[in-house]
């Protein structure tokens, strides 16, 4: 049975897909769009999930380095502060996230907007393997995708720090992932209809409070560092 805290990781990037779509919605239809010739019909679904893999495995491979630097930044003396305090900006980030899907604020914009620095550099390279025909072009891509600027993705990443492990803070990334994966294969696969449930206010209102919720639940309970919730994510050294 899982760890509670990857669980409820899972069900953020699970209920955050309505970012996830708006995000990465364009090159999955891309994709979609590419792979439509003649009888190649059941080359779709390899295809978006070497893209899905490859976009995983960049966050997984992120997680693991932050959680690595939360673990150098935990040796210091007063462990405890050093952890309550980033737990915290974790989930203010995620509080930050479901009032930006609710529609209520944008303070998200502005992190998502420092990240295009190091996308600017990166998003050349995307070229060399669009269009995406085949897997070997599409698992390269996701690769380089999972470094697109998102601040769902961001949100998370806080959390890989408090970790103070590599190897959690990878878990922690894989679990989102996965979360993140029914959203965007779905997008790649029936891109019009779902691109248009996700962009229904309603749609989006409903994920924003329940990722709004995880945020205000791990704040409430910051001095135990999440209690249950985060149980198996969170070291309490």
Known sequence: ?????????????????????????????????????PGSRGRQWPIHLAYNLGRITTYVVIGSLLGALGSVGMLYDGVLPVQITLYVLANLMLIALGLYLTGFTRLLVPVERAGHMLWRRIQPATRRFLPARSVKQALPLGLLWGFLPCGLVYSILATALVTGSATRGAGLMLAFGLGTLPNLMLAGMLFKRFRDLTRNGKVRFASGLLVLGFGVFGLFHAPSLGGQLWSGIVCTI
């Open 1 to 37: 049975m899982p760890e509670t805290g990857y669980l409820a990781v899972f069900l953020i990037g699970l209920l955050g897909g309505t970012h996830c779509v708006s995000m990465c919605g364009g090159i999955v239809g891309a994709l979609s769009v590419q792979v439509q010739t």
